[in-house]
């Protein structure tokens, strides 16, 4: 039902849940605009109320350095002069402690010892916190029942606990690791205290994950770092957590590009595709890219996936693994209304009888969201819904989301505590700073690579037995899906080369309607009567924290620079007018959202004109490059080629391409020249590379189309997916702008390099294109010898001879490359 007159949309909320005096100010209901850091609770401030009887209860953060912070180095001496060589010490920050200036705070036990015994505190009162929140504080034993996490050691055969999915069973507790991956957290998180460094945790999933039906902060990741920064940000750490999930769709085509896409420096890598994505390759592939990531990325843990591909990589290669705890099943039992009320407000609805089911699934109990809250500074210009979508039967609740993020929180802080205690007692016995035998990283990422070098095959290679090697080599993506990591670094536009007609740039056709902060938002706000564990985490002052380079640390953040009309200040160094091919100006973004979406807690993303939830706050969206007949050559610059592997992720639209729309002529009324080059011209790569013409190297497709599919004009058949939450299958079809019908006058061309110009007719793209999964169709364009020395390439695309525009409009949503 939605409300034309915007007022009172306040979704699955009842009126007595929405009164302002039922609730605390959030710290940050919306984050504040890049660039800023994390913002504490402060005395007096409208944000927390009763400030003073908050920090009596809970304690507070009163650190100061005994010495004053301008008595500390104020370069970032983890980085090499400049006439040093940039080697894999300096490249993870592992500096020898022999090279610490003497006014580091890290050689001051002065400093130090104050700082750990209020850093301790610090995870004890949050840890705390989280048990009242689930009313679990006053019993160790009930405690350890909802939180507990479980070791497995894989070395001795031990398996992780077993549970049934279809009877509404989850992994028990906070889940469980492998019996190194405890220490190996707590040295991650270590290294990052001793050099003021940045700690990673991404996610890869499905709908579920990404948090559909909920709001985007409401989703399990965001509760996790609503818990965590506050913590990371007074031990002088940058959290930076990123939900990259994508509903109806598992993670391969993400995967792919995965050190581009889902990001760098990451130090916790999340699987959660049960849905859409349960097979071991997929999972294979997944964890591989993210573990490759190149010689100056960071060796992941990996938290989640099927046991058998967890098992396989820490035994083969020494990894870290892990999977999150999901089961209800410790918690309390609602048995109705008027009983929920006497549950901690976190627990209620979250575990039923048999006799009340529907009650927990009701969704003005399982939801609680609202697309808008009236203000007198912006007006949507859209009616907006009444609650945000997505709320399906096999969909989690807030409440659901709530409970994982905490869990996870709890083996932070676990990890965290783990640390701090060794440091302590190394501080103690005079090992200051504490030597780099028990922090530093770099020979565990070597060790893992040197590894997986060796392993032997597994399923990836088995999805992948038309191109192994992307099972073993680290490939580069760029994409217009969202979220992503460093989106303006990351889309396709970044390496889109301008048209050389007229400077033409593609650009997302929507604008933010409004710029951060939202107002307070009540449907994320916490009850009077709970404890707000992120504000507990962040009470006390700022002075003692000491982020040493957050100008230094990674940022894509210029969201609000609109590019000038017509050129696009991303790609302007591509922009060349002697380019041998005439550059098209036909193609266009399409499903693309506006704003900064890089599924980080300060990612403000489809907040846009059209929007009709604009409080929802997510970011999942497939954009992609439209072009057709008329939108001339498609030009990529793809840097650092070396291994000779080219894919293009294309998929047929029902949906014409609006640039062309109205044209009649490739280019519009500009004109029709032919490339330079001829089609049989010689490449350039060609003197020291054979590269072999993709259509004299066909082979059946793994997973092969088959004819009553390639004639199908309405989607693919039903496919069934079943879901982890809960027991509903979920079915999953074709989405309505997409078909599986090319025309059969079309020829796709391209040009590797100013080489020639290879053609695939319909057959041929029938034949060669790769379906990876449902909606995920790739086009290998080249796999062949690596060649000596990396170099940029030029790519050249183009769709043509089709008369029609039924079967010729394509979406190009991802680039790999090697």
């Known amino acids: 039902n939605n409300n034309n007159n915007n007022n009172n949309n306040n979704g699955n909320m009842k009126k007595d849940q929405l009164k302002s005096n039922d609730t605390v100010g959030d710290l940050r209901v919306r984050p504040p605009p890049p660039g800023l850091g994390f913002t504490p609770a402060l005395p007096n401030s409208n944000n927390t109320r009763n400030y003073e009887k908050l920090v009596e209860q809970w304690g507070s953060w009163t650190f100061v350095d005994p010495k004053g912070a301008t008595s500390r180095p104020k370069e970032d001496f983890f980085l090499p002069d400049d006439g040093a060589e940039k080697n894999a010490v300096y490249r993870f920050r592992d500096l020898p402690v022999e090279l610490f200036p003497k006014n580091s705070w890290q050689g001051d036990k002065d400093y130090l010892e104050p700082f750990l015994d209020q850093a301790l505190a610090l995870v004890k009162r949050t840890r705390k916190a989280i048990y009242e929140e689930y009313g679990v504080d006053g019993s160790a034993s009930r405690a350890n029942e909802v939180f507990h996490i479980t070791n497995v050691d894989i070395e001795k055969g031990q398996t992780p606990p077993k549970f049934n999915y279809r009877k509404g069973e989850g992994m028990p507790g906070s889940g469980w690791l492998s019996a190194d991956a405890m220490s190996g957290l707590s040295r991650r998180i270590l290294h990052a205290m001793m050099t003021n460094d940045e700690f990673g945790v991404v996610l890869g999933g499905h709908s579920s994950a990404a948090g559909h039906g909920n709001h985007f902060l409401q989703s399990y990741m965001m509760q996790f770092h609503a818990v965590m920064e506050p913590v990371f940000y007074r031990l002088g750490v940058k959290l930076v957590t990123r939900n990259i999930a994508q509903g109806g769709l598992g993670t391969i085509q993400t995967a792919l590009g995965s050190s581009d896409i889902y990001g760098s420096n990451i130090d916790i890598m999340i699987w959660d595709s049960h849905m859409t994505e349960g097979d071991d390759m997929s999972i294979d592939l997944f964890m591989r890219q993210a573990l490759l990531g190149g010689p100056e990325k960071r060796v992941p843990m990996l938290w989640g996936g099927n046991f058998a591909v967890l098992r396989m990589l820490n035994k083969e290669a020494g990894v870290h693994v892990g999977e999150l705890g999901t089961d209800v099943n410790s918690l309390n039992v609602t048995e109705d209304e008027e009983q929920a009320k006497s549950l901690p407000f976190a627990v209620r609805y979250l575990r039923c009888n048999k006799a009340h089911v529907a009650l927990c699934n009701e969704n003005h109990h399982k939801y609680r969201s609202q697309c808008w809250v009236d203000r007198d500074d912006v007006k949507p210009l859209m009616p907006q819904s009444s609650m945000v979508g997505g709320q399906a039967s096999w969909h989690p609740g807030f409440r659901s989301h709530q409970l994982m993020g905490r869990r996870m929180a709890y083996v932070l802080l676990e990890a965290i505590e783990k640390a701090l205690i060794l440091w302590q007692e190394e501080t103690s ?10 922090w530093h990283m770099t020979e565990y990422y070597q060790n893992v690579r040197l590894k997986m070098g060796s392993m032997p095959d597994g399923p990836c290679e088995t999805k992948f037995d038309w191109m192994t090697r992307v099972c073993r080599t680290k490939l580069n993506g760029r994409t217009e899906h969202t979220p992503r990591a460093n989106p303006n670094q990351s889309s396709i536009r970044s390496i889109l080369k301008l048209s050389n007609i007229d400077g033409y740039m593609p650009q997302v056709e929507d604008e933010l309607l409004y710029e951060p902060p939202d107002v307070e938002i009540p449907a994320l706000q916490v009850p009077e009567e709970s404890v707000n564990v992120r504000v507990v985490a962040s009470l006390g002052s700022t002075t003692g924290s000491r982020i040493l380079r957050e100008h230094q640390l990674s940022n894509d953040r210029d969201l609000y620079k609109k590019p000038p009309s017509g050129r696009s200040e991303l790609s302007a160094s591509f922009f060349s007018s002697r380019s041998l091919f005439q550059i098209g100006r036909g193609t266009s973004i399409y499903e693309h959202p506006p704003g900064y979406c890089d599924g980080s807690y300060q990612s403000w993303c489809d907040r846009g004109k059209e929007s009709r939830c604009l409080l929802s706050g997510h970011n999942d969206h497939r954009g992609g490059l439209m072009m057709d007949a008329l939108s001339g050559w498609v030009v990529l610059t793809l840097k650092d080629f070396k291994e000779g592997l080219i894919l293009l992720k294309m998929d047929v639209m029902k949906v014409l391409n609006k640039r062309t729309a109205n044209w009649t002529m490739v280019n519009g009324k500009r004109g029709v020249r032919e490339s330079a080059l001829s089609y049989k011209s010689k490449s350039k790569l060609s003197e020291t590379n054979s590269f072999s013409s993709i259509a004299e190297n066909r082979s059946a497709a ?15 058949p039903l496919e069934v997916a079943y879901s982890t939450v809960g027991n509903s299958p979920r079915h999953l079809s074709l989405p309505p702008d997409m078909s599986t019908f090319i025309h059969p006058d079309c020829i796709f061309e391209y040009s590797i390099d100013g080489g020639d110009i290879m053609r695939m007719d319909r057959e041929s793209m029938m034949e060669q294109r790769k379906e990876l999964q449902r909606v ?33 409009t394509f979406r190009l949503s991802h680039v790999y490359w090697a």
């Open 429 to 438: 016995k005079g090992n200051i700073p504490i030597s780099g035998n028990l």
């Open 702 to 716: 793994l997973f092969a189309v088959t004819n009553k599919t390639e004639q199908a004009q309405n989607g693919y």
């Open 776 to 808: 995920v169709i790739v086009y290998p364009l080249l796999d062949t010898d690596p060649i000596a020395n990396p170099k940029d390439i030029d790519v050249a695309i183009r769709i043509t001879g089709c008369t029609e525009r039924r079967g010729s």
